[in-house]
């Protein structure tokens, strides 16, 4: 990893990790009603029937002619297609669909939720919609009468060529005729839980008697706003951090790099001698005469030298690319192996001499230095020269007579 990217590693990782947690609590997935399944079931109704009633089987059946009649009611996987003729005996005739909660079933909570989205298809005629929401009230409402449940509605003017709506949910407001009939005001309940979900409707409402209306719902889904907006503005503040963030490191190279600029200052340079360049000739040449001193050591040169230890150490490393230790076997190793080879002195004999007071220690240096025992090196060498006698006598004895 490069080094720019160590040293500000916290500075790139952080501000992303952070923006990588809130993205996910402002994107909420949609909550689909139509199409697909939930735990509602969908059924029309009319005020040829009690808005109660879901029993269907009074379709294309024309019982009372001056009621709202639903015509055709057809409802497969992609829409939802209502038709009716509004009739005139009810003051306010109605006709539509709904989804109801099936029994057992645990109230929607839409909470989390602050519009609702709808999708007509183009072939829906009706002027006027009514969204209706029927919220549960713990404490008020009976679950076996619906009409308890809180009403919230909107009312949708249905528009030319638009076919999607977006509708706040705080758009959605209780009518005054089901405090009415409760005999209690908004004050006595407020706003009803939005967890509470039992129902939800769509019937006409622009009341046009007589005339033949149709509705088809294409999409119905609860959402929550502002989440891809939300996303895009994290994005574009992280996006903007690092354009900042790499313009200021930019910036300050620049003008280090400006004002870092070399000042020449002009003075008397002072030689320069080698450190070692005196005592390096002192050094070998003791360690030359006093290799075979069984009780030298780097202390006793030292003192003797009057150099520290340490230089004695850098000396021969500088020189030889050894330590000390490894250089004053070296030359112990290399008088031994003279020995070896031109007197009879035994190997013990030879140890001592070249200033080793244990034959062992000597063997086991001989041996990593040469690769061989003392004994092998002798009889090796031996067995050399004896063939070099043998050959030098038999060029002796080819040499033709003068």
Known sequence: MPEFFRKNLLFLIIPAFIIGIIIPFNVKKDMVIFPGKNSMYLTAYSDEKGLDDTDTSFLLQNSDSTRTTILKYVSDSNYIDIEYKIGSKNVHPFAGFQWI????????????????????????????????????????????????????????????????????????????????????????????????????????????????????????????????????????????????????????????????????????????????????????????????????????????????????????????????RQYLNTIRIAEAKRLLQETRMQVSQIAYKVGYTNLTHFSRTFKEITSVSPNTFRMDRAEFRDESVTKQSDLETDDPED
Do not use: C
């Open 101 to 324: 909660l099936k029994s057992g079933q645990p109230y929607i909570d839409i909470s989390g939720y602050d519009h609702l989205s709808v999708t007509l298809h183009p072939n829906t005629s009706e002027d006027v919609i009514i969204l209706i929401l029927q919220f549960f009230v713990d404490g008020f409402s009976n679950p076996a009468d619906r009409m308890t449940w809180q009403y919230l509605s909107k009312e949708l003017l249905v528009k030319d060529k638009k076919y999607t709506y977006t509708i706040p949910l705080s758009e959605f407001k209780t009518p005054l005729w089901w405090y009415n009939q409760f005999k209690i005001t908004e004050k006595d309940l407020g706003r009803p839980d939005l967890s509470f979900l039992g129902m939800i409707s769509i019937q006409d409402g622009s009341g046009a008697i007589g005339e033949t209306k149709r509705i088809v719902l294409n999409n119905l889904r609860f959402q929550k706003s502002g989440g891809l907006t939300t996303v895009l503005k994290l994005l574009s503040v992280l996006i903007i951090y690092y354009l900042v963030f790499f313009s200021v490191i930019l910036s300050r190279k620049f003008f280090k790099s400006k004002h870092e600029q070399p000042v020449t200052i002009p003075y008397q340079v002072l030689p320069i001698e080698e450190e070692n360049s005196d005592d390096a000739p002192r050094v070998f040449e003791y360690l030359g005469s006093h290799f075979s001193d069984q009780t030298l050591s780097l202390s006793r040169i030292s003192t003797d030298l009057n150099i520290s230890g340490n230089k004695i150490s850098s000396i021969v490393k500088d020189k030889y690319h050894m330590s000390f």
